[in-house]
Structure formats: C-alpha cells, structure tokens
C-alpha cells in the first residue's frame, strides 16, 4: 500500500481524489475504477489538507466558492453522477454492511452499505439501491416478497445481473417473476454530493429500509430466510447485519473502517437502536419520527473542511449550509490514506478538540 507521507504534494492530492471519491460511491464499473479517479487535481483536497497547520487551512478555505457545491455548477465544475444507497435492517433492526477487498479500487479495507451508481434504465434512485443491494448481498426487496424456491438460484442471477455482459437485467429478471422492486418502502434518508473540487463527483441518495419483523405468520416467508451473502470476493470480503453498538466499538478501536457518510448514519441510528427499553417496533417507529420531524430525508451534505483539532493531527470536516449543522466529522489520514480515529460529534464539541 502507498503511504501518503512519502509521496510528492501532488501525488498526495490524486491518492485524496481516490479517497474522497470513495467516501460516496462504492461501485467499480469503468466510469468509477481507481485509476479514473486517481487524477491531478487542486486543493482542496481532505488528505492534503491534514498536512497543513491550522492557520494554513483558515486561508486555503476561503478560498472555496460555496456556489459550485449546489447543484448549479459554474463553467469547469464537473456534474454530480447520480448514485444511490441503501441502509438496511434486518428483523432485530441490525444494519447491512458490506467488507470490501484489500485489492479493490475505492473502499479497499472498508464496511459499507450497499450501493453504486445509477444506471440509465434504473427508474429511480430507490430502484437503484433495490438493485444494487441485489447484486452486493443477495438480498432481494421486492413486492410480492420472491418465493422460496427462487432463492437457490439467486447466486447465478446475481453474477448474471451484475456483469453487464449478460443479456440478463435486473429489469428483465423481475419481470419474468412477476416481482416489482418496493420502491415505496425505502425512507430518504439524507443526500451526499461529493466537494467540487473533484474530477468525478456523485450525488449519492441514501435510503432507510427495514424487513419485515419475525413472527410466527412471517417465519416461513422468504423475507427471514433471505441471509446476505458476498459477491464471491470480486467486490466484497464478507456481508453481514451488525448492531450499531458492534459497528461503533468497531469504530472506535478502528477495527472497523468507515467513511463519514457511513459513519454519521449509524452514529445517529444508535440512539434509538441501542435503547434495550425499546422493542424492535418501538425503535422503528422512533427513528420514522425523528427522520420526519428533524427533516433528515431533506439534508444534503456537502463535506467541507473546516480546521483541525487543536494538536493539529485531526481533521474537521463540516457538511454544509443544507448538512446538518449541528454535527461535524472528525478524523485524520493512515499510513495507507484510509480514514482513523473517526468520530461525529456536536459542532460545539468539535471546537474543544
């Protein structure tokens, strides 16, 4: 692996753009391979700026234009790519991650959600997190729910789907089964657009969905035999539901990789999924609320830095005038340019670090 302290400051900003890319796309079809993103490109740039002292990074960011994050983009801005996401919980409200290769292009090492780019005859970024979550995990949200005897054959279909070279669509396959993707089930659940200053940028939709819960009339149904599985290691290690208070311990001890959008969701979650006094119900009717009142559905988080920690070896990221304002990011840079010691905390915590 490349170690960002070794390397000249412009080869520094190409291992962020590969870095920052990542934080919201994790598919690896030709428009978003590595090496397309490792490109030359100006500050700013977040590993780049983990170089720099405190009063440096005052003067580079204002040097940002806050206009180019919207999504009217001045002449030389490149266009957001549409992409989609899907947070996921299982029937004891555990959420879907997926461990990425050691080899692969973006995410190398990470735990992520399911998801990837929009492909042009996705109806919907809703139909996108369907379908991308299909191909990475096996797991199939669908109305009416696939029947039993279509689940030994879904390794096949998925390898088939995602390839792109078989004649097989996602599109195709649900029509022959009589199956629509429950596009209507899935929660907005925040946006990510990727920093202006990028060559590739993506405005990743992220979305909550839930499978229905265990009981006694669903036990049989195909909906709790339906166990995530990897793609075979072409994208991922392993994929698996996790507790948020598994993922967060992970976190802490960075035992676990994540990006701040992954991070920030389940941060958030945890509140309400680490409540032993809440049922499962309880807490899904809880978090519904609280994404409805707070408006969490309509935020857009445009991740910008905004200084360091006081012993300079953290990095501040904010999310924007249309983010959450309240939150902000908190990390610095390993040896191999993935992200550490990463934590969200109250914007008025953030400034006492």
Not at 98 to 126: C, L, M, W, Y
């Amino acid at each position: 692996m490349f170690s960002i302290s070794t390397r000249s400051p412009p080869a520094r900003r190409r291992i962020g753009a590969s870095i920052v890319s990542s934080l919201f796309v994790s598919d690896t079809r030709p428009f978003c391979n590595f090496q397309h993103l490792l490109l030359p490109i100006s500050p700013p740039c977040y590993s780049y700026y983990s170089r720099l002292s405190n009063a440096k990074m005052a003067a580079v960011t204002k040097k940002v234009n806050a206009h180019s994050y919207t999504t009217l983009q001045p002449e030389g801005i490149a266009v957001p790519r549409p992409s989609a996401s899907l947070v996921l919980l299982d029937a004891q409200n555990r959420i879907l991650l997926t461990h990425r290769t050691s080899t692969i292009g973006s995410f190398a090492n990470a735990h992520v959600f399911p998801g990837g780019n929009q492909d042009p005859k996705d109806a919907s970024p809703e139909f996108c997190a369907i379908r991308e979550t299909f191909e990475e995990t096996g797991v199939l949200l669908t109305n009416p729910e696939p029947p039993s005897s279509l689940l030994p054959q879904f390794s096949q279909i998925r390898r088939d789907v995602h390839s792109r070279t078989h004649s097989l669509t996602f599109n195709q396959f649900l029509k022959e089964n009589g199956l629509e993707a429950d596009v209507g089930g899935l929660i907005p659940f925040t946006t990510w657009i990727t920093p202006p200053t990028m060559k590739k940028r993506y405005e990743t939709h992220m979305f909550l969905g839930f499978l229905p819960l265990s009981s006694s009339s669903t036990s049989s149904s195909s909906s709790s035999s339906q166990l995530p599985t990897s793609d075979g290691g072409v994208e991922t290690v392993s994929t698996t539901f996790m507790t948020a208070e598994e993922i967060l311990t992970g976190l802490k001890q960075n035992s676990i990789i994540l990006f701040p959008p992954q991070a920030y969701l389940v941060t958030r979650l945890a509140r309400f999924l680490n409540d032993k006094g809440l049922k499962v119900e309880e807490q899904r009717e809880r978090i519904k609320k609280w994404i409805e009142e707070e408006g969490v559905g309509k935020y857009v988080f445009e991740p910008r830095p905004e200084g360091k920690t006081k012993d300079g070896k953290r990095l501040i990221l904010g999310y924007g005038p249309r983010g959450d304002v309240n939150r902000k990011s908190v990390l610095r840079f390993g040896k191999t340019g993935l992200p550490a010691d990463l934590q969200i905390v109250e914007a008025t915590e953030a400034a006492k670090l």
